[in-house]
């Protein structure tokens, strides 16, 4: 969808808005990627900062998997109680993303249990390129694509679409300098461990994988990546509320708020922010909306 105040043919910014995406955001993608692969026989387990958790308990309901959700205890509380809400288990652990996955990995091993990864699974990143194939056929030009990094299953898929049919356009990836494990690492050229601090982009915190298939593949189709303040993802949130008349959460905020610190590099070019959500917690979002910079 175009920008409300920045567009026209030849330039300007556009959103692809997976805040309006079943379950608020873009994972539900991969959720019901992963889960359409799998037998209802086992049962699954996945960690999550709260968007992969709910994403995967819808589509578990739509599909009859049994599901158990591991969440660090920073999670939203909207997440969690939508989550809940869904009728499946909860598990509160760590305060860490990355943690958090490792518990959730320890229990499917003792409990036999299928582990779904939010990131580092090839049938979740392949749900995420959908969203590439969708702008491409929406926006065939495209000089520039912002998008937020997590564990880089979101940013994986859409530029393995991207790098294939449109090359020539320039990826960015974009990090909260709060959590940023996945582009230290793509920079490092190896896994790095970071220290994790709280991030208004809750849905891109924690670690990674250690050998997970988002490095290599991260590596080869980012083009150039951008770590935000906390400051610049405040600014973001605030934009595209007052500006683009949308709430989104933290994640989102945070492609967007690289947008705004790269107008030098795409002034007269047609850009695309994804914006990954709108799963929020209100009380830490509205005095930022109401606050002036």
């Given at each position: 969808?175009?920008?409300?105040?920045?567009?026209?043919?030849?330039?300007?910014?556009?959103?692809?808005?997976?805040?309006f995406?079943?379950?608020?955001?873009?994972?539900?993608?991969g959720?019901?990627?992963?889960?359409?692969?799998?037998?209802t026989?086992?049962?699954?387990?996945?960690?999550?900062?709260?968007?992969h958790?709910l994403?995967?308990?819808?589509?578990?309901?739509?599909?009859g998997?049994?599901?158990?959700?591991?969440?660090?205890?920073?999670v939203?509380?909207?997440?969690?109680?939508?989550?809940?809400?869904?009728?499946?288990?909860?598990i509160?652990?760590?305060?860490?993303?990355?943690?958090?996955?490792?518990?959730?990995?320890?229990?499917?091993k003792?409990?036999?249990?299928i582990?779904?990864?939010?990131?580092?699974?090839?049938q979740?990143?392949?749900?995420?390129?959908?969203?590439?194939?969708?702008?491409?056929?929406?926006?065939?030009?495209?000089?520039?694509v912002?998008?937020?990094?997590?564990?880089?299953?979101?940013?994986?898929?859409?530029?393995?679409?991207?790098?294939?049919?449109?090359?020539?356009?320039?990826?960015?990836?974009v990090s909260a300098?709060?959590?940023?494990?996945?582009?230290?690492?793509?920079?490092?050229?190896h896994?790095v461990?970071?220290?994790?601090?709280?991030?208004?982009?809750?849905?891109?915190?924690?670690?990674v994988?250690e050998?997970?298939?988002?490095?290599?593949?991260?590596?080869?189709?980012?083009?150039?990546?951008?770590?935000c303040?906390?400051?610049?993802?405040?600014?973001?949130?605030r934009?595209?509320?007052?500006?683009?008349?949308?709430?989104?959460?933290?994640?989102?905020g945070?492609a967007?708020?690289?947008?705004?610190?790269d107008?030098p590099?795409?002034?007269?070019k047609?850009?695309?922010v994804?914006l990954c959500?709108?799963n929020?917690?209100?009380?830490?979002?509205?005095?930022?909306?109401?606050?002036?910079?």
């Amino acid at each position: 969808m175009p920008s409300r105040l920045s567009f026209d043919d030849d330039t300007g910014l556009v959103f692809k808005a997976e805040n309006f995406q079943k379950t608020g955001s873009f994972k539900f993608r991969g959720a019901m990627s992963k889960l359409t692969s799998l037998s209802t026989d086992v049962p699954a387990i996945t960690a999550s900062s709260g968007n992969h958790g709910l994403a995967l308990a819808t589509a578990a309901q739509m599909t009859g998997h049994d599901l158990t959700v591991v969440l660090p205890e920073t999670v939203a509380r909207e997440k969690l109680s939508r989550i809940n809400a869904l009728g499946v288990k909860t598990i509160l652990h760590s305060n860490d993303s990355g943690l958090a996955e490792q518990h959730a990995q320890k229990l499917a091993k003792e409990q036999g249990k299928i582990y779904c990864s939010p990131y580092n699974d090839p049938q979740v990143i392949a749900g995420q390129g959908t969203i590439a194939l969708e702008l491409l056929q929406q926006q065939p030009h495209l000089d520039v694509v912002y998008v937020s990094i997590g564990g880089g299953g979101l940013i994986s898929g859409i530029g393995a679409v991207l790098k294939a049919f449109s090359p020539s356009t320039r990826l960015v990836g974009v990090s909260a300098r709060n959590s940023a494990a996945l582009a230290a690492s793509i920079r490092a050229g190896h896994d790095v461990e970071v220290t994790h601090t709280d991030t208004l982009a809750d849905g891109c915190a924690g670690g990674v994988d250690e050998g997970s298939i988002t490095l290599p593949l991260g590596s080869e189709v980012i083009d150039e990546l951008i770590d935000c303040t906390e400051d610049e993802i405040a600014e973001g949130i605030r934009y595209m509320a007052w500006s683009e008349k949308m709430l989104v959460e933290g994640s989102a905020g945070l492609a967007q708020a690289a947008w705004q610190l790269d107008a030098p590099n795409r002034t007269n070019k047609v850009s695309a922010v994804v914006l990954c959500g709108a799963n929020f917690d209100r009380d830490r979002i509205a005095p930022i909306i109401s606050s002036i910079p």
